[in-house]
């Protein structure tokens, strides 16, 4: 996964199999997690799988966007979701899929247009949202959260 904000990336390092980004808050380069407040972008399977199950842990609600970069409302919703991302950091976690880089879970959550943007709270899907409505996302994101203004 890649955990995206300006300030926080230093350097990319590969295990052979996948590219990933090493994220440092400290001039002597110390290596940290991704913050609260960032989309968090899954590039495979396996490691989609993992932070799927620690978000779990989270007991937070879990927004899923699943996109493509050839669609241009998803271009359109990026920003809106990210600072969505911002102003519920306390009680949502923010992924983003790319369909086509994993279309296996895109299927698992019967993704048939894009931007479609599904909502996880207590492991179990509450909502799903269909196309670039941002006051009907923030509206899904509130009704699940209860956080009425972050």
Same mark, same amino acid.
């Given at each position: 996964?890649?955990?995206?904000?300006?300030?926080?990336?230093?350097?990319? /390092?590969?295990?052979?199999?996948?590219?990933? &980004?090493?994220?440092? $808050?400290?001039? @002597?380069?110390?290596?940290? *997690?991704? !913050?609260?407040?960032?989309?968090?972008?899954?590039?495979?399977?396996?490691?989609?799988?993992?932070?799927?199950?620690?978000?779990?842990?989270?007991?937070?609600?879990?927004?899923?966007?699943?996109?493509?970069?050839?669609?241009?409302?998803?271009?359109?919703?990026?920003?809106?979701?990210?600072?969505?991302? /911002?102003?519920?950091?306390?009680?949502?976690? &923010?992924?983003?899929? $790319?369909?086509? @880089?994993?279309?296996?879970? *895109?299927? !698992?959550?019967?993704?048939?247009?894009?931007?479609?943007?599904?909502?996880?709270?207590?492991?179990?899907?509450?909502?799903?949202?269909?196309?670039?409505?941002?006051?009907?996302?923030?509206?899904?994101?509130?009704?699940?959260?209860?956080?009425?203004?972050?």
């Amino acid at each position: 996964c890649s955990f995206f904000t300006e300030r926080n990336v230093r350097k990319k /390092k590969s295990d052979r199999k996948n590219w990933y &980004f090493v994220f440092s $808050d400290s001039e @002597e380069g110390e290596e940290m *997690a991704a !913050e609260e407040g960032q989309v968090i972008g899954c590039h495979t399977n396996d490691v989609w799988t993992v932070q799927l199950g620690k978000a779990k842990e989270s007991n937070k609600l879990i927004v899923i966007d699943f996109t493509a970069s050839w669609c241009p409302p998803c271009r359109m919703i990026a920003p809106v979701f990210a600072e969505l991302a /911002k102003k519920f950091m306390s009680s949502a976690i &923010f992924f983003k899929v $790319d369909v086509d @880089e994993l279309q296996s879970v *895109a299927q !698992e959550f019967a993704v048939e247009a894009m931007p479609t943007f599904v909502f996880i709270k207590d492991g179990n899907v509450v909502d799903k949202l269909v196309g670039a409505r941002k006051e009907d996302l923030h509206a899904t994101i509130v009704k699940h959260t209860g956080v009425a203004t972050a």
